[in-house]
């Protein structure tokens, strides 16, 4: 019904459209929609609309998990933005390129995309600019720059007190709740869990969901009452992934769920869902989803590896872990593959008290 002449509103149908087919789990017909748009040369009038086209297909395939095709439209999307001086549309394009780089632990690219992100305020909303703060505070701990992200996400916080903006102070605050848990920091970490509403499950096709952090903070708790409200809370997010197709979601709550069941002493369910994740992960080179879930999780991949599932990848994601990862004062050596005839490492003994403080 809309008249040819008013592109931008043209040009948004035909991202809605494709984002109306993706969230009904049909990827192809939503990506169709999408390109004919960009091939629909009587509505692309300004560089905008090109844009904007580009970035509902890139984030198409981040929804899907399709790395490859996306880290090609988002480089396009990057220069379209460069070339026409769209500061907005070229901080997302930086921002679906570090989310990429980080996932598959690319972590200089990573942070270098997420600087340009958090480096230009004033210019973009501050939506984007919180996750692009929020993937830079984790390129940080993940490169071993702890106190970097501390003092990144402590400053962002205070810039969006002065502008009033008291939604994305939570998702700040559940930032520096992760990097809490980071340094074992469990009570912090459940002072603010307790204290936040995960409601409305809303942003959980972004980079950074606070409520995976929130379950993640329930799950070091591990108290049988803890556990049970992070099942709770899993079972929520996985029936609203799994209602509106999101892959990009779907991963870390299943990575999760494993770490839920294997607490739980259900060592077959935990599996059968870590392959499943497995599963998505592999075709995209996804590293760090498991990689940042800690020693538990290693110890569950390697398990999964005896078992013979995805042994190359699953060696691919070990290797990526810290040389020697520790849990509760014992020390994990992640081994690369172990040879057939020899039985896997035993956990050395337990720190002193002593090398604990140290």
């Known amino acids: 019904l809309l008249p040819r002449q008013w592109r931008y509103a043209y040009t948004s149908a035909y991202m809605i459209a494709g984002f109306g087919e993706l969230l009904s789990g049909r990827i192809g017909l939503a990506v169709e929609r999408i390109r004919r748009g960009l091939a629909d040369s009587q509505t692309l009038g300004k560089p905008q609309h090109k844009a904007m086209l580009l970035f509902g297909l890139s984030g198409a395939y981040w929804v899907d998990l399709n790395f490859v095709d996306m880290r090609q439209l988002a480089q396009q999307y990057l220069a379209v933005s460069r070339e026409y001086r769209l500061p907005e549309a070229t901080a997302v394009a930086q921002y679906y390129l570090g989310s990429i780089d980080y996932l598959q632990n690319h972590l200089l690219a990573a942070e270098t995309h997420f600087s340009a992100v958090a480096n230009t305020p004033y210019t973009i909303s501050l939506y984007w600019h919180t996750q692009g703060v929020c993937g830079l505070a984790l390129t940080y701990r993940a490169l071993g720059k702890l106190e970097q992200a501390s003092e990144l996400l402590t400053e962002f916080q205070s810039m969006l007190i002065e ?12 930032c520096q709740a992760e990097l809490a848990l980071s340094q074992r920091d ?9 204290s936040y509403d995960p409601q409305p499950f809303d942003g959980l096709q972004m980079f950074y969901v606070p409520q995976l952090t929130q379950v993640k903070a329930w799950l070091a708790q591990d108290t049988a009452a803890s556990r049970e409200r992070a ?39 935990a599996l059968a869902n870590l392959e499943e994740a497995m599963a998505l992960a592999e075709t995209s080179s996804v590293l760090r989803v498991f990689v940042d879930l800690g020693p538990r999780m290693a110890d569950l991949l390697v398990r999964l590896r005896q078992r013979g599932v995805a042994p190359e990848y699953v060696a691919r994601i070990l290797a990526a872990f810290p040389e020697s990862t520790t849990d509760h004062g014992r020390q994990v050596r992640i081994e690369p593959m172990p040879l057939a005839d020899r039985p896997s490492s035993p956990l050395v003994e337990p720190l002193t008290d002593r090398e604990m403080d140290v």
């Open 163 to 174: 502008r009033n903006s008291f939604a994305l102070q939570e998702v700040v605050k559940a």
């Open 186 to 194: 469990i009570v912090e970490a459940i002072r603010w869990a307790e």
């Open 231 to 269: 099942g709770n809370q899993l079972a929520r997010l996985a029936e609203i992934v799994h209602g509106a197709h999101l892959k990009s979601a779907l991963l870390p709550v299943l990575a999760l769920q494993a770490l839920l069941d294997d607490a739980q002493d259900q060592e077959s369910a």
